[in-house]
């Protein structure tokens, strides 16, 4: 851990001030590590997830002799020194062969770590896919399709669920042009089946492609941009109750003031209560039907006693109408 440092003059106190907790927090840097054995293949996956996560990103391209799950010290210090919550950390070994470890930072200290292996038959890097690329910056949309991401309990897909919505989000926005929306992270997992192995977790990146439809919304095709890479879970580090419920906490003011009498439905229409006073019913004005209304000319004790029954006759010869009495 980094001693506390006393501001000396204002310009070294404005740094202090801007690393410091703050309302509205900036936008989460990574930091990119390899170890002191690292395969040719974790160098490119780091080199490309470097690219994707341009300009929030920094890489270290020298040998860094740590083990986090062991000793996560180091990790610490470069998260402080360089004021980087995110760390992607690379390595190679024979028990753990094409490693690539998530680690996630709050206040200096390592909050949760997560391992993938990555299989390198699958593996194709940016560069190999001869088409156009994304810009940098831009917001990307992720998809996570699976039923293993969808688990209540956390378990390591919901956790690597977590990682990459941290790891891709950017900048926080509370509207995006779709001008600025040119690719996708598509990340999907299979079951899970008892017995049997863990399924992969295949990560994918489109460009997305609009064309005209003739219609009024055009038409969306997708193309592999790359890179592409399968990997499979590994060691697992949950963040402590303390440390998370700490880190979930949110700054007074933040949240808007909830409205009395207001509610939302489960569809997310918007329900409101009137309160009013006593009505007076009394006092209450009915609509008047004319259909209701009692006739002058009519006597109403005679309408139930009327016998007689009106026959016309169609046939058009001569005649009016007869009167046939009921017997």
Not at 5 to 17: C, E, F, H, V
Request: hydrophobic content about 35%; some cysteine; aromatic content about 6%.
């Amino acid at each position: 851990m980094l001693r506390q440092i006393k501001p000396r003059n204002a310009r070294s106190k404005r740094a202090l001030d801007k690393k410091a907790p703050q309302t509205h927090e900036n936008a989460k840097t990574t930091l990119f590590l390899r170890g002191s054995t690292c395969s040719e293949v974790v160098q490119l996956a780091l080199t490309d997830l470097h690219s994707l996560k341009r300009p929030l990103a920094l890489r270290f391209t020298k040998k860094n002799p740590i083990h986090p799950f062991e000793d996560a010290t180091s990790l610490e210090f470069f998260s402080q020194k360089n004021d980087a919550s995110l760390l992607v950390f690379g390595s190679h070994s024979k028990k753990r062969p094409h490693c690539l470890t998530l680690v996630r930072c709050f206040d200096g200290r390592v909050l949760d770590m997560l391992e993938l292996y990555m299989q390198p038959d699958s593996f194709r890097t940016l560069v190999q896919f001869k088409n156009q690329k994304c810009a940098v910056g831009l917001k990307p949309l992720l998809l996570f399709s699976g039923t293993p991401f969808e688990s209540p309990t956390t378990t390591a897909y919901t956790l690597a669920k977590s990682l990459f919505l941290d790891l891709f989000r950017g900048q926080e926005a509370q509207s995006v042009d779709v001008e600025g929306l040119q690719y996708m992270i598509s990340i999907c997992a299979g079951e899970e089946v008892e017995g049997r192995q863990s399924p992969l977790i295949h990560l994918r990146v489109y460009l997305i492609r609009t064309k005209k439809s003739g219609q009024r919304l055009p038409r969306v095709e997708v193309e592999e941009m790359g890179p592409r890479m399968d990997f499979r879970v590994g060691r697992v580090r949950e963040a402590e109750e303390s440390i998370m419920k700490e880190a979930l906490k949110k700054a007074k003011g933040l949240e808007p003031r909830p409205k009395k009498n207001v509610e939302t439905d489960i569809v997310g229409d918007k329900m409101g209560r009137i309160h009013l006073g006593r009505q007076d019913l009394g006092t209450l004005q009915t609509r008047k039907m004319k259909g209701l209304k009692r006739g002058r000319d009519v006597d109403t004790d005679l309408i139930g006693d009327e016998d007689d029954l009106t026959v016309v006759d169609d046939s058009g010869e001569g005649g009016g109408t007869k009167k046939a009495r009921k017997e």
